[in-house]
């Protein structure tokens, strides 16, 4: 079945220190994949998007995230968090159809 | 970048009224919007899938009648709660993107509901 994981629910960081969000996904071949940011009360925001070529791509505020076609991830980094960072993220993708399947996201928060 | 609206942010009703959400394209032409649902601390849950100017389709054990979606340009559809009780107290939120299945969704701000 296709799906989209996330294996971390809630993932605490200091300020300043390196972050990585895991995802993986099941599907027989490479799907798009997105990385939004939920602020509470608010809607999604595209942090950034993989559809081919470059496996490493950047997105806004400062993250990237790397595609490995043989871990089926899809794992989203910061070199140094900031605050403001504290939110909810998902991994999504889109297989083959208009529809996105999401993961059940990742609460970030950051200490000071 | 594109930019969804959505409209009201909030909304507080009695039990047995009707609400209606607007969700807007504001600088593209969205051929499909989508219509979600997400409980506290959860995931985003597919209600429906709008294309201008057909019927939407909706998610298993989605009630067609209870959510009624209307996508007549391309830049607005709507959803509107009818009969709305508690049950349906949740966040709502829409996404707008072109035709191609490649084009990210663009996802407005939410609407909360809370029915009294």
């Known amino acids: 079945a296709q799906s989209v994981t996330q294996p971390d629910i809630h993932i605490t960081v200091s300020e300043g220190a390196s972050l990585e969000l895991r995802c993986n996904y099941s599907?027989?071949?490479?799907?798009?994949l997105f990385w939004y940011v939920q602020s509470p009360g608010q809607g999604l925001q595209l942090l950034l998007k993989?559809?081919?070529?470059?496996?490493l791509v950047q997105g806004i505020k400062g993250f990237e995230a790397e595609f490995k076609r043989s871990q089926s991830s899809f794992n989203l980094r910061k070199p140094s968090v900031h605050w403001s960072d504290a939110a909810e993220y998902f991994c999504?993708?889109?297989?083959?159809?208009?529809?996105?399947?999401f993961g059940t996201g990742t609460r970030l928060t950051i200490i000071p | 970048g594109a930019v969804v609206s959505q409209h009201p942010s909030r909304v507080i009703c009695k039990s047995g009224t009707s609400v209606k959400i607007e969700c807007r394209s504001l600088d593209f032409q969205a051929t499909t919007m989508f219509w979600y649902r997400q409980f506290p601390k959860q995931s985003l849950m597919l209600m429906a899938t709008s294309n201008e100017g057909s019927k939407a389709t909706y998610e298993q054990g989605v009630e067609k009648d209870k959510f009624l979606i209307n996508h007549a340009s391309l830049t607005l559809s709507t959803l509107t709660v009818t009969s709305a009780h508690p049950e349906d107290s949740s966040f709502y939120i829409c996404s707008a993107t072109t035709r191609y299945s490649n084009q990210p969704q663009h996802f407005g701000d939410g609407t909360r509901l809370s029915i009294l």
């Open positions: 993989y559809f081919s070529g470059d496996t």
């Open positions: 999504a993708a889109h297989f083959g159809n208009e529809k996105l399947t």
């Open positions: 599907y027989g071949a490479t799907p798009y």
